[in-house]
């Protein structure tokens, strides 16, 4: 049984399981509480994870981090959101990019907007809010021409750039006011079977 460790706060442990809701993959989901210090958190957690971060798999012996190279085993596992094999070069292309780009931003922003608005400089604020006016440009200009982001359909570059967008209004971007591709994109991911928000999905006792 695939095994899921992960938190509803975390952006990136939600591209996992969202994964696996969509994909219907079954697995075994382990609320880790990331509040408590490394080293403190759940046993099981802290023997199977690489770096002590969610999310963090287990699967068939193999425990594996770092939500793209998790969304990456999963889709050529299952095969489900891999997209078809001449888009897949663009696939990672795009996990890539969300790494060093959407996947920065955002989700600095949003911690210290919404968990630790003292905790950082105002220029660090700044530069962070300039990165993300940038990459949310890109994604606008990307999503006005298509549905999704690589070919026809929904494939995991869709899951991993749009997991921490959701929650875009706490990082201090109104979507649909300004950019409006991406707010319709989000809802087309809210729209596919199985789709739940991370404070449902991600939350302590979730059912498989």
């Given at each position: 049984m695939?095994?899921?460790?992960?938190?509803?706060t975390s952006g990136h442990s939600y591209k996992a399981r969202l994964y696996c809701a969509l994909a219907k993959v079954p697995h075994e989901y382990r609320f880790t509480d990331i509040s408590k210090p490394r080293g403190e958190r759940r046993a099981d957690f802290e023997r199977d994870s690489p770096y002590?971060?969610?999310p963090t798999i287990?699967?068939?012996g193999l425990a594996l981090a770092q939500?793209?190279?998790?969304?990456?085993?999963?889709?050529?596992?299952?095969?489900?959101?891999?997209?078809?094999?001449?888009?897949?070069?663009?696939v990672s292309q795009w996990l890539c990019w969300e790494m060093n780009r959407v996947g920065l931003s955002v989700p600095n922003l949003r911690y210290y907007r919404r968990f630790?608005?003292?905790?950082?400089?105002?220029?660090?604020?700044?530069w962070l809010e300039q990165r993300a006016l940038?990459?949310?440009?890109?994604?606008?200009?990307e999503l006005g021409a298509r549905?999704?982001?690589?070919?026809?359909?929904?494939?995991i570059a869709d899951l991993s750039l749009a997991a921490y967008l959701f929650w875009a209004?706490?990082?201090?971007f109104d979507l649909p006011a300004r950019w409006p591709a991406v707010a319709a994109w989000l809802d087309r991911i809210r729209a596919l079977p199985g789709w739940q928000p991370a404070e449902r999905l991600m939350a302590e006792g979730a059912a498989p």
């Open positions: 695939l095994v899921v460790y992960g938190h509803p002590g971060e969610v287990v699967d068939d939500s793209n190279a998790i969304l990456l085993h999963l889709a050529g596992k299952h095969g489900a959101f891999a997209g078809a094999p001449a888009e897949r070069p663009r630790a608005p003292t905790a950082v400089a105002p220029e660090v604020l700044a940038k990459d949310l440009a890109v994604l606008e200009r549905d999704w982001i690589v070919g026809s359909g929904p494939t209004a706490e990082a201090g």
